[in-house]
């Protein structure tokens, strides 16, 4: 039963009223079925902390897939089943729901996906990471805004600390040491003292766990607002190490991160460019290794890839005097955050230059004459087209003519 302080009235102030009147309906439906709903995990935390969190993760000691199905009737949204794992996801207008089976966990193997089984509120909260992410609100009627707190996830947040519900937390799961880590990082806490200490004896145990998730770590670490902090964290540890023993969360990347956030603003930095200023000082091998360590995708490979080939064309970029066209020539065809990366990273002004006026300007650059229209113009088909398509493009981008009818004048010119 829940028990503790009531939390309806932050609910009401802090969460949208749409959310609100959802999780009031969820409670008496859920009522209505025999069952017991609750709110869960990282929205309750956020909730006590007053920073804004609308995800809302719900959990019911019962049929989460069939309530789901009830409560979509309500707003006509979308329902997503996940029959295997007993949830459901509900998504209307820009609002999304996850609800799930109250389930206990069990690791047969260290690092692999639990076995799960259904189980009531207490044995779910006990299966989760951190105690500020193991509190539950009771949505029923009778018990809406209950807080249910039986790890001191409250006095954990008044004290700013990280700390795990048992023992074997790390070795269960070690991607919770990567979440400690980011949790730590973004709120300003630390790390329960005995929790610093499993955490550093469980380090090995990431070898357990799969490049998927470990590269899903890392996305999350990326997607925070400052990742150098954890990556300062992680390296301080021992953890980053994990990733690629070359890596550095140091005061060079976080004068990168910085650079990076003030350049792609108001929108964050892709992910790509703060994994090719993280890999920077990595080699072709070392590349390579991390590559397959995180089973990055084709498009982050292929990032880190041209980020180092870049790296190597940075002299050559610093040239004094290039024309447009042959910076063009020199930078075509590869991913913009490895481009992006290497005008951060470069220590030479001139090719940081080249490469940003390449960015803002030489790659929008087209001619407006087509193929069709230099025929018309009177050159025959075949492969030379292409090549007066590219000498007028190469004219287009040195400045030499700006416009249609120059380059009409200028073929004209070409077949006199
Ligand atoms: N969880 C866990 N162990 C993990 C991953 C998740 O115990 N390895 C639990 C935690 O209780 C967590 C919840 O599942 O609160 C939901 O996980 P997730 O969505 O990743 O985190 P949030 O708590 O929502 O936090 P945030 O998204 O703000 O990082």
């Known amino acids: 039963m829940p028990r503790g302080i009531n939390l309806a009235s932050k609910m009401e102030k802090q969460l949208p009223a749409e959310l609100v009147n959802f999780m009031w309906f969820a409670g008496e439906i859920a009522h209505t079925r ?94 989760r990471d951190f105690t500020i992410n193991a509190m539950a609100i009771g949505l029923n009627p009778g018990y809406y805004g ?14 700013k600390l990280i700390r795990v519900l048992h023992e074997k937390s790390f070795t269960d799961d070690a991607t919770r040491i990567w979440r400690g880590l980011r949790y730590e990082q973004r709120l300003d806490f630390h790390l329960e003292r005995k929790t610093l200490k499993l955490l550093k004896r469980d380090i090995p145990m990431l070898d357990t766990i799969s490049a998927d998730r470990i590269r899903y770590e890392l996305e999350c670490i990326l997607g925070e607002k400052y990742p150098e902090k954890v990556s300062r964290r992680a390296q ?37 460019l703060y994994l090719a200023l993280l890999a920077y000082s990595l080699t072709n091998e070392e590349t390579e290794r991390l590559i397959s360590h995180l089973r990055l995708p084709k498009s982050s490979a292929q990032t880190l890839r041209d980020s180092i080939t870049l790296k190597s064309k940075l002299r050559l970029l610093a040239t004094p005097g290039m024309s447009p066209s042959t910076i063009y020539r020199l930078l075509e065809g590869y991913s913009s955050p490895a481009m992006v990366a290497n005008s951060l990273a470069s220590e030479s002004p001139a090719a940081s230059q080249n490469i940003r006026l390449f960015l803002n300007k030489l790659k929008y650059i087209e001619i407006s004459l087509t193929g069709n ?28 003519i700006t416009s249609k009818q120059d380059e009409v004048d200028l073929v004209k010119r070409w077949l006199d």
């Open 373 to 400: 229209d230099l025929m018309r113009l009177g050159i025959a088909p075949g492969p030379h087209i292409r090549e007066i398509i590219e000498l007028l493009h190469q004219a287009r981008l040195d400045g030499e």
């Open 236 to 272: 301080e540890l021992g953890v980053l190490a994990k990733l690629h023993p070359a890596l550095k969360g140091n005061g060079w990347l976080a004068e990168k991160f910085e650079q990076a956030r003030r350049l792609s603003s108001p929108e964050p930095p892709e992910v790509g």
């Open 34 to 127: 025999g069952e017991r709903i609750y709110l869960v995990g990282g929205v309750v935390r956020d909730l006590l902390l007053g920073q804004a969190n609308f995800d809302l993760d719900l959990v019911v000691e019962g049929n989460a897939i069939e309530l789901a199905q009830q409560l979509k009737k309500l707003n006509r949204g979308k329902i997503t089943t996940y029959p295997r794992f007993n949830t459901a996801k509900l998504q209307w207008d820009k609002w999304s729901v996850d609800l799930a089976t109250a389930r206990s966990e069990t690791y047969d193997k260290p690092g692999t996906l639990p076995s799960v089984k259904p189980s009531s509120i207490d044995n779910d909260l006990s299966r």
């Open 146 to 159: 209950k807080l249910v707190d039986l790890y001191g996830g409250r006095n954990d947040l008044k004290h």
